[in-house]
């Protein structure tokens, strides 16, 4: 049986018009070992006016996922490069990347799992 794959979605603010650069930073982050480092075997992002959506797939649950990876210089990078186009979507509450993680209430998967 295949293993099954933990997915993510976080959510946030973008400033608009900012996804050119976003994507930019993702892309020579992706190029790095960060995300072997982190278990991430997919990452799209989405937007909707100023709604940021990171959907991630990975090895590992999200929290478990950040928490290894936190401390890493490569994670602060790009974490600091996209300090200046995304923000907590909701600023009273957001303490770390986990409080911005969606809970997912229904899955679903056409092969029956």
């Known amino acids: 049986m295949a293993r099954r794959v933990k997915r993510g979605v976080i959510i946030a603010k973008v400033k608009p018009g900012s996804e050119d650069k976003v994507a930019e930073i993702f892309a020579e982050s992706d190029r790095s070992e960060l995300p072997e480092l982190a278990g991430v075997r997919h990452r ?27 401390d890493h210089p490569l994670f602060k990078e790009i ?21 911005a993680t969606a809970r997912e209430f229904y899955s679903w998967d056409a092969d029956g799992d």
């Open 44 to 70: 799209s992002l989405f937007v909707l006016g100023d709604v940021y959506v990171h959907y991630v797939e990975m090895d590992e649950d999200f929290e478990q996922a950040v928490d290894q990876v936190r």
């Open 79 to 99: 974490s600091r490069k996209l300090d200046d186009y995304i923000t907590p979507y909701d600023p009273e509450t957001w303490r770390s990347p986990k409080d």
